[in-house]
């Protein structure tokens, strides 16, 4: 079945820092969601990618969808305290089946 | 507040019982998941339903059980409760299904304890 690899699985980062996340399906896929999850919250959407090649950016965050669209990455520039939390993807195959990848948390020191 | 409301927020109950989790989702969604995540964890898809029809089931075990209504609140059952229930189970809703759901608004979760 379709699979959703994230890496890494944990990243910690001094504020300022850089960070990124990375997103592999071992399938072809129709779009890809990233969500974001607070400590002791719940999974909120961030964007959708659809398009091959596709780059959006939300303030500090660029998200990639893969020329293949098999692959995706999140990255955040100049990590702030606030961007602590698990990110997750999920990825949605031509069968019309969604799978979230595993997440990575992300912890900043201040 | 998502729009997307579950209850009970926690429950605690003993091996062996059944429980019901509810979830009513945002207004015009048609579409609702469940979601388990144990401690630490990432998300392991259950199943969902579509406009009252159950559309895609994940690695959801036999004792347990859901429905979508009419009214398009969903529950799911937990039954014959062990340890290893216990974790967050969280419901999401979708305006559409498949490729056209753009993104799952998440409720607050229920967190199942089993002692």
């Known amino acids: 079945g379709q699979q959703v690899m994230q890496i890494p699985q944990y990243q910690h980062v001094q504020e300022g820092e850089d960070f990124t996340t990375y997103c592999n399906s071992s399938?072809?896929?129709?779009?890809i969601q990233w969500y974001k999850q607070r400590p002791g919250g719940h999974p909120v959407f961030l964007i959708q990618?659809?398009?091959?090649?596709e780059v959006k950016k939300q303030k500090r965050l660029t998200f990639q969808f893969g020329e293949a669209k098999k692959n995706s990455s999140l990255h955040i520039t100049a990590t702030q305290t606030t961007d602590v939390g698990t990110y997750f993807c999920?990825?949605?195959?031509?069968?019309?089946?969604?799978?979230f990848g595993d997440g990575t948390t992300l912890t900043v020191k201040p | 507040d998502s729009g997307v409301t579950q209850t009970p927020k926690h429950l605690i109950t003993a091996t062996g019982q059944r429980v019901t989790l509810r979830c009513s989702p945002r207004s015009g969604d048609l579409s609702v998941y469940w979601y388990q995540q144990s401690l630490d964890q990432g998300l392991q898809f259950l199943i969902q339903y579509y406009n009252g029809e159950e559309r895609a089931k994940g690695n959801i075990l036999e004792r347990f059980s859901a429905q979508q209504f009419p009214d398009l609140h969903s529950e799911l059952n937990l039954s014959s409760l062990e340890l290893g229930d216990s974790a967050l189970y969280f419901c999401a809703s979708s305006v559409g299904t498949g490729e056209l759901s753009y993104g799952y608004t998440f409720g607050s979760g229920t967190r199942l304890t089993v002692v």
């Open positions: 999920a990825g949605y195959s031509n069968a019309g089946k969604s799978t």
């Open positions: 990618l659809v398009k091959s090649g």
């Open positions: 399938t072809t896929l129709s779009n």
